[in-house]
């Protein structure tokens, strides 16, 4: 069965610290990963993928396929980060694929 | 850009009543919507695959009868939420990923999905 594990409901962290968001993921194929991000009071809208390896907003992320993880991370948080992160599966090739989600992670940045 | 649109935003209806939610992609076309519910503090979780043209998948658990989805056009998909209860309210969101060669997908990533702003439901 598909699943997607964020172990930590609330990361708190002071602007300028490095961030690392969690995630975990239960799949027997070969999946796609994306971290959505959802701003207060916004839609939730797409922040990466895995199979771009690109750098959004400084967030990186990185598919480990032996640890079955795709944590986010950030060297130096921002006030504007603050938001909650989905980690995202989807399976098979590329297409209109299921997203499965896990429960998400609330960033609070602090001044 | 690519924008989802739902209507309405929030809406209260009376216990056995029927609530229709609207999902339309604005400057896109899609043959797949996909519906979601999420509860407070927890996860969407997706209740059905709207399918342009054919029926509804629905996920293992959702009620069809309950949950009507209807994909009248590559721009328009509905869910209908029949004799609803207190159990039902909760907020909806829609998304379409960019079908690739239909109009308004070309600059648009088709592994993306475009998610609309969601509609929260109150049955009293």
């Known amino acids: 069965a598909q699943r997607v594990t964020q172990p930590e409901k609330l990361l708190s962290v002071f602007k300028g610290a490095p961030v690392e968001l969690k995630c975990n993921y239960s799949y027997s194929g070969s999946p796609e990963l994306f971290w959505y991000v959802q701003y207060s009071r916004q839609r939730l809208q797409l922040l990466l993928r895995h199979i771009s390896r690109e750098s959004i907003k400084g967030f990186t992320a990185d598919l480990n396929k032996g640890e079955t993880s795709f944590h986010l991370k950030k060297p130096f948080a921002q006030e504007e980060d603050s938001a909650m992160y989905y980690c995202?599966?989807?399976?098979?090739?590329?297409?209109?694929?299921?997203?499965?989600f896990g429960t998400g992670t609330r960033l609070l940045v602090s001044p | 850009g690519a924008v989802v649109s739902q209507h309405p935003s929030r809406v209260i209806c009376k216990s056995g009543t029927s609530v229709k939610i609207e999902c339309r992609s604005l400057d896109f076309q899609a043959t797949t919507m996909f519906w979601y519910r999420q509860f407070p503090k927890q996860s969407l979780m997706l209740m059905a695959t709207?399918?342009?043209?054919?029926?509804?998948?629905?996920e293992q658990g959702v009620e069809k009868d309950k949950f009507l989805i209807n994909h009248a056009s590559l721009t328009l998909s509905t869910l209908t939420v029949t004799s609803a209860h207190p159990e039902d309210s909760s907020f909806y969101i829609c998304?379409?990923?960019?079908?690739?060669?239909?109009?308004?997908?070309?600059?648009?990533?088709?592994?993306?999905?475009?998610f609309g702003p969601g509609t929260r439901l109150t049955v009293l």
């Open positions: 709207s399918n342009e043209g054919s029926k509804a998948t629905y």
């Open positions: 995202a599966l989807s399976g098979g090739l590329s297409g209109f694929q299921k997203l499965v």
């Open positions: 998304s379409a990923p960019a079908d690739p060669g239909l109009a308004g997908t070309f600059f648009l990533s088709t592994d993306t999905q475009y």
